[in-house]
Structure formats: structure tokens, C-alpha cells
């Protein structure tokens, strides 16, 4: 069954202004990360990824950041809309076998 | 077409009966992926096919039994399941690429619910 009491972090952030979504992976040889938007009733949507060769990339509103010293990954939303509340994970993956991890989510909430 | 089609979208069963979730896709990818979703829980990964052929079983419970047809099908059949079953089943499809980057597309899920 379903865990009592589980909830997600929740940031909730003013319409256009930005959003920092924050992950930490575990796994150093990781070498491939994707963030996905998971709205509801809907499966995950892919929003921006990078490689391990890579510390930021941009995207149409949407910049990753990737550090691999402190195991840390990012995701920046600019000018925040309400079509941008979801739920938002991270995921890994390392070098082959098409596996990916994802991490426990973080929901975002704009106010109007 | 970059869409993943899933269906049923919702299924009821009981913990006695036989019933198969199917997955679709027409983006020429030659991986395809099951997910168990529960809620407010991030996707676990169950199975993964490679060029039709089983690559990863993540320890799944026999009374899930993953098929894939043909390079644009794959399903998932269930029997004898228990009420902790219930959760939304994600489809995925993607690139194989030996790097292991590349997007994977999500269908919308079949809420399943085992009574």
C-alpha cells in the first residue's frame, strides 16, 4: 500500500518569477541526466537533459546545471507560468543499458 | 508521431483474474520500458526490451509477465495480483543507444486498480 503521511517537497513560486528545482544523484557514474514534468493524470514529459561532460545547458525557459563534485543537478524555470505546476523529477542513467533512476520529485505550485 | 499510446486508461481487477496492459508506439524505437507508479512516488522501472528481446528485469513478481510483440508493441499481462498492485503503469520508448542517453517517451499510464 501507499505510504501514510508521504508527501512531496513543494516549492510554491509567484507567477513570472523564477523557480530552482534542486536534485541530488548518488551514483558517481552516472554520466546522463534528464528532468521531466509530470502533470496530472498524465505520464512524465520530458523537459531538458545533459551530459556528464557538461555543467549547464539552456533550454526555451529552462537551464539545467550539473555539478558533479557535490553530486548535485538543478533546474531552473524562468518567468514561472501556471502551465508550469507539476510535479518535477530528476533522473540518471550511466553509460549503457538504457536504465534510468529517477529521483523522489519535487511538486512546484504557481500563484496567480 | 512522437505519442505513446496506452490502454486501457483505467482497469479494475480483481485478485483472481487475468488482464493485459498494452503499449504502442510508431517513433521507430527499438527500446521499451515498463514503470510502476505510485502516488506521489517517482516512476520505478519494472522491465526493459531491447530490439524486442528482455535486457532488464528489476526483480519483478512473476504474476507480471511482460511481452513485446513486435518492434512497436509491448504488453504487460497480469494475473493473481495483490491490492499493493494498484498503481499507475507507465509505457516508455526510446533510442537504444550504447551511451545510454536519450530521451524516453512516456505514454500516459493505465491506472490499475486490484480489488
Known amino acids: 500500500g501507499e505510504s501514510v503521511g508521504l508527501h512531496l517537497p513543494t516549492l510554491s513560486v509567484q507567477e513570472g518569477d523564477n523557480s530552482i528545482i534542486n536534485c541530488a544523484y548518488s551514483?558517481?557514474?552516472?554520466?546522463?541526466f534528464i528532468w521531466y514534468k509530470q502533470e496530472s493524470g498524465k505520464g512524465p514529459q520530458f523537459i531538458i537533459d545533459?551530459?556528464?561532460?557538461?555543467d549547464k545547458r539552456q533550454g526555451q525557459r529552462v537551464t539545467v546545471l550539473l555539478n558533479k563534485t557535490v553530486k548535485h543537478l538543478s533546474l531552473q524555470i524562468a518567468a514561472t507560468q501556471p502551465g508550469d505546476s507539476a510535479v518535477y523529477f530528476c533522473a540518471e542513467s550511466k553509460a549503457a543499458g538504457n536504465k534510468l533512476t529517477f529521483g523522489g520529485g519535487t511538486r512546484v505550485l504557481v500563484k496567480p | 508521431d512522437t505519442e505513446v499510446t496506452q490502454t486501457p486508461k483505467h482497469l479494475v481487477m480483481g485478485m483472481t483474474n487475468k488482464k493485459s496492459l498494452k503499449c504502442e508506439q510508431h517513433m521507430g524505437h527499438r527500446a521499451m520500458y515498463w514503470y510502476k507508479q505510485k502516488a506521489k512516488k517517482p516512476p520505478e522501472l519494472m522491465f526493459v526490451y531491447s530490439y524486442e528481446k528482455l535486457s532488464i528485469n528489476e526483480s519483478v513478481p512473476s504474476r507480471f509477465s511482460p511481452e513485446c510483440p513486435n518492434s512497436s508493441l509491448l504488453n504487460l499481462h497480469l494475473h493473481a495480483l495483490q491490492p499493493e498492485d494498484s498503481a499507475l503503469y507507465l509505457c516508455?520508448?526510446?533510442?537504444?543507444?550504447?551511451?545510454?542517453?536519450?530521451?524516453?517517451?512516456f505514454g500516459p499510464g493505465t491506472r490499475l486498480t486490484v480489488t
Open positions: 545533459i551530459r556528464s561532460n557538461m
Open positions: 551514483n558517481s557514474a552516472s554520466d546522463y
Open positions: 516508455a520508448s526510446s533510442q537504444v543507444r550504447l551511451a545510454g542517453d536519450g530521451e524516453q517517451y
